[in-house]
C-alpha cells in the first residue's frame, strides 16, 4: 500500500494495482482524481484552480456548513457564502489509519479553517472538529465525522459534491429515485418524483429528500452500471447537469461542451439542518462501486 504525501496533496494507490489509486488535495481536503484499474470516474474541469486559490470545479468538493446560501436571514449561517468553508480552507492530513481498506484521514478544525469565512458562522463561536476519512480498494468509501468540542449547539448541513465522468451525459440514467419526494430548484417547487428512471436533456437540479438508505442510487450508461452509490447516514441526494447556458455563465467550467461529460449525484444532509449539542457528534459516509447489476428499487409501474 502507497501513501505519498506532497506539499499540497497526498496520493494514495494500491500495492496490488497502483492504476488504482485516489488524490486528495490538502486544500478542501478535494478528491481531484479515483482511478479504478487505470480509468478516471471523476469529472474535474479544465479550468479548475487546483492551487488553493478558490475551491476546485469537480471531484468531490465538500460542503460544511451550509449547502448553497441561507435564505433565513436569522440563521447562524446566513452571512457565508454559498457551501460554506470547508472547501475554502487547507485541511491537516493526519496520515494514514487503516492498512485494508488503505485509509487516510484529514482534519478541520477552527485553527485550520479559512478565517475571513469561518468567522462568519455565528461569529466565529462555534468550536468543532472534522474528521474526513477516504478509504480505497476495489470501492471509494469516504466518511465524514463532525464533532462538535464547544459549549454551544450548532447547526450545519454535509455534502459530498461528486462529478462524475460520463461518456455522453444523454446516453446516462439514474434509478431508484422513483416516487421520493424532490425539491426542483428550476421550479422552486417540492413534488414527488414520477419519472421511472432520471434522464437528462435539458438543465437539471433537483434535491431528494430522505431516500430510505436500503436504496442504491445507481448511474448507469446504456445498461451499464457506471456507478453503485451506498450511503449511511446521508437522507438526500443532489441531482445536478448544468447543461449549456449555466456552463457557458461559470468561468471555471470548462471546456464549455464538459455538461456532456459529467453528473453531479452528490450524497448528503441538506434539506434540513443537523442540530449538534455540545459534545455530541455526527456520522455520514459514503461508498461508490463500479459495475454489478441493475437493482429496480422502486415501483416504476406506480
Given amino acids: 500500500m502507497t501513501v505519498e ?7 494514495v ?62 440563521h447562524a449561517t446566513a ?16 496520515g494514514q489509519t ?60 454535509w455534502l459530498f459534491h461528486t462529478y462524475f465522468k460520463v461518456e455522453d451525459i444523454e446516453d446516462i440514467i439514474v434509478n431508484n429515485l422513483t416516487e421520493e419526494k424532490c425539491y426542483d430548484q428550476l421550479l422552486q417547487s417540492w413534488y414527488t ?30 445498461g451499464y452500471v457506471l456507478q453503485n452509490l451506498r450511503r449511511s447516514g446521508l437522507p438526500d441526494a443532489v441531482v445536478w447537469n448544468p447543461w449549456i447556458k449555466k456552463s457557458e455563465g461559470m468561468a471555471d467550467f470548462e471546456p464549455k461542451s464538459g455538461y456532456l461529460n459529467m453528473l453531479c449525484v452528490e450524497c448528503g444532509n441538506v434539506t434540513d439542518f443537523v442540530k449538534l449539542e455540545p459534545g455530541k457528534a455526527w456520522t455520514g459516509s459514503q461508498t461508490f462501486q463500479v459495475g454489478g447489476e441493475i437493482l429496480v428499487q422502486s415501483n416504476i409501474f406506480a
Fill in 5 to 11: 504525501e506532497h506539499e499540497d496533496k497526498v496520493i
Fill in 13 to 74: 494507490s494500491l500495492d496490488s494495482d497502483p492504476s488504482t489509486s485516489v488524490t486528495i488535495l490538502k486544500y478542501g481536503a478535494t478528491v481531484v482524481s479515483w482511478k479504478l484499474r487505470g480509468k478516471e470516474q471523476l469529472w474535474v474541469s479544465s479550468a479548475a484552480k487546483l492551487d488553493g486559490s478558490k475551491p476546485v470545479r469537480g471531484g468531490i468538493p465538500l460542503v460544511f456548513p451550509n449547502f448553497g446560501k441561507t435564505k433565513d436571514e436569522s
Fill in 98 to 157: 487503516t492498512q485494508s481498506p488503505l485509509t487516510v484521514q484529514f482534519a478541520l478544525s477552527p485553527d485550520e479553517a479559512n478565517s475571513d469565512i469561518y468567522k462568519l458562522w455565528g461569529d466565529g463561536t462555534n468550536d468543532f472538529t472534522l474528521i474526513y476519512s477516504i478509504g480505497l480498494s476495489d470501492t471509494l468509501h469516504t466518511q465524514i465525522e463532525v464533532e462538535n468540542t464547544g459549549k454551544q449547539a450548532f447547526d450545519f448541513h
Fill in 193 to 222: 418524483e414520477k419519472a421511472p428512471m432520471v434522464n437528462f436533456n435539458e438543465e437539471f437540479d433537483r434535491i431528494y429528500k430522505d431516500i430510505p438508505e436500503e436504496k442504491v442510487l445507481q448511474i448507469i450508461d446504456k
Fill in 79 to 94: 452571512a457565508l457564502p454559498q457551501h460554506g468553508f470547508a472547501r475554502n480552507s487547507t485541511w491537516e492530513f493526519l
